[in-house]
């Protein structure tokens, strides 16, 4: 499965983006549960936001839980991540990866070593 994430950028804080993540090579993309991720400047990468196959659940951390949301369009194999209400310290690199199982719980949902595949993550800068 490779990943393509897109739509980073320079955006001022309290500007809105809006992520891509498009898969391909996957047998099928409605079967993986998806999340994103982000790893700021000098920072671990950290859970952002987890969505499983059907869309029926998602998950958020609490740092962008009500500003950030993830969705997907399984006929496009493609996962978003609208982003409102930017702040300085949502700059990072993004990252999206996949989840072969395809549902995740609250726990596994922010566990790193649960996705099988990730992308080349994008690059979001907030001006303050």
């Known amino acids: 499965v490779q990943l393509q994430a897109s739509g980073g950028g320079l955006v001022q804080a309290g500007g809105s983006l809006r992520l891509s993540c498009a898969a391909s090579g996957a047998r099928t993309f409605n079967s993986y549960a998806m999340g994103w991720f982000r790893q700021g400047p000098g920072k671990e990468r950290e859970f952002v936001a987890a969505i499983n196959w059907n869309g029926g659940s998602t998950f958020y951390s609490d740092s962008v839980k009500g500003r950030f949301t993830i969705s997907r369009d399984n006929t496009k194999n493609t996962v978003y991540l609208q982003m409102n209400s930017l702040k300085p310290e949502d700059t990072a690199v993004y990252y999206c990866?996949?989840?072969?199982?395809?549902?995740?719980?609250?726990?596994?949902?922010?566990?790193?070593?649960?996705?099988?595949?990730w992308g080349q993550g994008t690059l979001v800068t907030v001006s303050s």
């Open positions: 990866a996949a989840d072969s199982y395809g549902v995740l719980d609250k726990r596994s949902a922010g566990d790193r070593d649960e996705y099988d595949y």
